[in-house]
């Protein structure tokens, strides 16, 4: 999330392989193989979004309105944020498997395909269960969330 002039915000998710880099006016003579894009910044640093596969999303929105305008307003929030029985219960609501609810960004965000399995391992909770038949042991989830 950048705060751009004119009240407005950058909003980015690089997805899988974008990245961003901030380089001095001077060095960005050339354009790159995979530049999507650059961003001159007021104090002659230049700000280049490179994505070999394209996958990354920007969008510009108002500063009056960007945290209710989807995608944000559908984040849920991250793990150290959310009271673990407000999660517990989120997850005896639904009968989507606990992995494919863990990826769910509006159940809890910030928690990707890596973070998801490695919670799940360490709290031996195999990926398929589904999440409304969590046991009292298996509650060893918010455990792991909570001190990671």
Not at 107 to 134: C, D, M, Q, T, W
Request: hydrophobic share 40%.
């Amino acid at each position: 999330m950048f705060f751009l002039s004119n009240n407005l915000v950058l909003i980015g998710h690089l997805r899988m392989e974008g990245k961003i880099n901030l380089n001095p006016i001077n060095l960005c003579n050339n354009i790159y193989k995979h530049e999507c894009w650059r961003l001159y910044l007021d104090n002659d640093i230049v700000m280049s979004y490179y994505d070999t596969r394209k996958f990354g999303r920007f969008l510009i929105y108002n500063y009056n309105n960007y945290l209710i305008t989807s995608p944000l307003s559908k984040l849920a929030k991250d793990p150290f944020e959310i009271l673990l029985n407000d999660f517990y219960n989120k997850l005896q609501k639904t009968n989507r498997v606990i992995k494919q609810v863990l990826l769910d960004q509006s159940v809890i965000s910030g928690i990707g395909n890596i973070y998801a399995s490695e919670i799940l391992f360490l709290a031996r909770i195999h990926p398929s269960k589904p999440s409304r038949h969590l046991s009292g042991r298996q509650r060893g989830l918010n455990f792991v969330l909570s001190n990671q």
